[in-house]
T-cell receptor, first 115, second 117 residues
Framework: AQKVTQAQTEISVVEKEDVTLDCVYE???????LFWYKQPPSGELVFLIR??????QNEISGRYSWNFQKSTSSFNFTITASQVVDSAVYFC????????????FGKGTKLTVNP | DSGVTQTPKHLITATGQRVTLRCSPR?????VYWYQQSLDQGLQFLIH???????AKGNILERFSAQQFPDLHSELNLSSLELGDSALYFC????????????????FGPGTRLTVL
């Protein structure tokens, strides 16, 4: 069975601080995909990044960066110089391959960035 | 804007009633997924349709059913509603089908917030 664990339920930081959101996953699939989604207070789910299991390169996109480590089954997300607009719930998700690529979500981490 | 539309945006109804949630996927997307987001269960996969056929079921109650029509829009039917069915229901679409090597990037609609009183 697939499982995603986001151990941090809530994080509160002050603007301009760096913050890392942790994600640990479990799967027996050899091919799988990892995702991060952002859910702002307005409620929609915004896709941030996708990574497949064969690509362990870290990725940086502006203030966002992701660290994928298969050895520890982790796919952590770092926001550098956080801003108030980053306040949201962030979800890590996992999908396998074959049959149905449904997403298995973690419980989410609520990030509050205070001015 | 993801290109996925869901109607209605909000729905308030009473216990025991039946409602239908509608989803229109992005143009050309063949797969539609339904998810439920509730406070106690988090975001959970309900059901997946690909080109009109059911491909997978998750934690979907027997009181719930779904279908995907020839024009690829999908409807989620919830019946005999209970207080615990109050949740945000998301539809997502993706371009490729199950079993095809793909990244399966899923594009989410804005959701339908269901309140059962």
């Amino acid at each position: 069975a697939q499982k995603v664990t986001q151990a941090q339920t809530e994080i509160s930081v002050v603007e301009k601080e760096d913050v890392t959101l942790d994600c640990v996953y479990e799967t027996r699939d050899t091919t799988y995909y990892l995702f991060w989604y952002k859910q702002p207070p307005s409620g929609e789910l915004v896709f941030l990044i996708r990574r497949n299991s064969f690509d362990e390169q870290n990725e940086i996109s502006g203030r966002y960066s992701w660290n994928f480590q298969k050895s520890t089954s982790s796919f952590n997300f770092t926001i550098t110089a956080s801003q108030v607009v980053d306040s949201a719930v962030y979800f890590c998700a996992l999908s396998g391959q074959g049959g149905s690529e449904k997403l298995v979500f973690g419980k989410g981490t609520k990030l509050t960035v205070n001015p | 804007d993801s290109g996925v539309t869901q109607t209605p945006k909000h729905l308030i109804t009473a216990t025991g009633q039946r409602v239908t949630l509608r989803c229109s996927p992005r143009s050309g997307d063949l797969s539609v997924y339904w998810y439920q987001q509730s406070l106690d269960q988090g975001l959970q996969f309900l059901i997946h349709y690909y080109n009109g056929e059911e491909r997978a079921k998750g934690n979907i109650l027997e009181r719930f059913s779904a279908q995907q029509f020839p024009d690829l829009h999908s409807e989620l039917n919830l019946s005999s509603l209970e207080l615990g069915d109050s949740a945000l229901y998301f539809c997502a679409s993706s371009p490729l089908g199950a079993g095809v090597a793909s990244y399966n990037e899923q594009f989410f609609g804005p959701g339908t917030r269901l309140t059962v009183l």
